[in-house]
C-alpha cells in the first residue's frame, strides 16, 4: 500500500532556531515530491518540488532534500519566523495520467518567541 | 492575476442534506483536483477533471460527484451528508493533470456537517 509519513508528528522551537522535519514514503512508481506549508484552515502553499533525478532543492530559508533510493526526504528550515508556525506536509505523486498524489498527515510545527 | 477561488468559505449543513462547492481555477489552467481534509489530518484525493473529463477518482462513496464546465471552473456535490462530511473541502488547479508543474490550492471550504 502506497503512503507517507512524516515525523515527528508536532514540534515546537525558538525563534531563530533550524529545524529539520522528515519524510518517508512507500509510494511506486514515483513521480514527484513536494512540501507544501499549510496556514490553519488555508489551502497549501506549495516551497519545493523534486522529480527522481533531484536531490535538493531550496526556496530560501527551506532547503528539501531527496533520497530516491531510501525513499527519505527532509525539509531544513533555517533562522525559523514566528511566521513558520504552521503544518509542513509531504506530498508524493505517482506516475499516472493524472495527478495522482498521497498527501502525508503532516508536522505541525510552532516558533515561539 | 486572481488565484483558485472556492466558495462559499463556510457552510453548515445538516445530516441528509446536499451541498455544492464551487471551484474557479487560475485562468488558464484546465485541471481541477479536489480534496477533503478532515481536521488534524492530510488532505485525501476526492477527483481530478480535465477538459471537462473525469482523469482519476479516489477512494469516496457515490454520494461525492463533481464536473467540470466550459469556462474550467467545477462543482463538488456530496448527497445524504453524514457527520464524518465535516472537513475543509480544498480545490486545487493546474495546467495539464500530470504534475511535474505546480498544483496552486484555494483556500477551501469549510463544511460543517450538524
Known amino acids: 500500500k502506497n503512503q507517507v509519513e512524516q515525523s515527528p508528528q508536532s514540534l515546537i522551537i525558538l525563534e531563530g532556531k533550524n529545524c529539520t522535519l522528515q519524510?518517508?514514503?512507500?509510494?511506486?512508481?514515483?513521480?514527484?515530491l513536494r512540501w507544501y506549508k499549510q496556514d490553519t484552515g488555508r489551502g497549501p502553499v506549495s516551497l519545493t518540488i523534486m522529480t527522481f533525478s533531484e536531490n535538493t532543492k531550496s526556496n530560501g530559508r527551506y532547503t528539501a532534500t531527496l533520497d530516491a533510493d531510501t525513499k527519505q526526504s527532509s525539509l531544513h528550515i533555517t533562522a525559523s519566523q514566528l511566521s513558520d508556525s504552521a503544518s509542513y506536509i509531504c506530498v508524493v505523486s505517482e506516475t499516472a495520467s493524472y495527478d495522482k498524489v498521497i498527501f502525508g498527515p503532516g508536522t505541525s510545527l510552532s516558533v515561539i518567541p | 492575476d486572481a488565484g483558485v477561488t472556492q466558495s462559499p468559505t463556510h457552510l453548515i449543513k445538516t445530516r441528509g442534506q446536499q451541498v455544492t462547492l464551487r471551484c474557479s481555477p487560475i485562468?488558464?489552467?484546465?485541471?481541477v483536483s479536489w480534496y477533503q481534509q478532515v481536521l488534524g489530518q492530510g488532505p485525501q484525493f476526492i477527483f481530478q477533471y480535465y477538459e471537462k473529463e473525469e482523469r482519476g477518482r479516489g477512494n469516496f462513496p457515490d454520494r461525492f460527484s463533481a464536473r467540470q464546465f466550459p469556462n474550467y471552473s467545477s462543482e463538488l456535490n456530496v448527497n445524504a451528508l453524514l457527520l464524518g462530511d465535516s472537513a475543509l473541502y480544498l480545490c486545487?488547479?493546474?495546467?495539464?493533470?500530470?504534475?511535474?508543474?505546480?498544483?496552486?490550492f484555494g483556500q477551501g471550504t469549510r463544511l460543517t456537517v450538524v
Open positions: 519524510c518517508n514514503y512507500t509510494v511506486s512508481p514515483f513521480s514527484n
Open positions: 485562468s488558464g489552467h484546465k485541471s
Open positions: 486545487a488547479s493546474s495546467l495539464v493533470p500530470q504534475v511535474t508543474l505546480e498544483a496552486f
